[in-house]
């Protein structure tokens, strides 16, 4: 998996990173038990403190995405979380503040939709 990162974006970079790989996972390009870099190699491979990546990787671990092992190091959970309350809590949070910038800006409900929509369709596509 290629991990992209956009210096001058507004985002911070380890949430950047955190994304990347729920990208790669919703998309098949990573797969559970798979190992990731260590926090040492993943910062000199993409030229990033190291710290940054151990708050990714430790982020990614409280919502269930990676174990983290002494002796094997960062593998993807063999079991990704399922959609719960909290998830849904979020994901309501997180749509509502899309959907008002959304409205604000003049943008119709079924447009909304359709671009919903084809991301969905895009993760399919890009699926192994």
Known sequence: MMIQLDFEAEMPIYQQLVNQIKEGLAT???QPGEAL???RVLAADIGIN???VNKAY???KEEGFLQIHRQKGVVVSPQLPK???AFLERTQETLKTLIVEAATR???EQAFYDECKHVFEWI?????
């Open 124 to 128: 399919q596509s890009v699926k192994r």
């Open 28 to 30: 098949g390009q990573l």
């Open 50 to 52: 190291m710290h940054t």
């Open 106 to 108: 003049g943008m119709e």
């Open 37 to 39: 870099p260590s926090v």
């Open 58 to 60: 430790k982020i990614l």
């Open 83 to 85: 959609v719960d309350q």
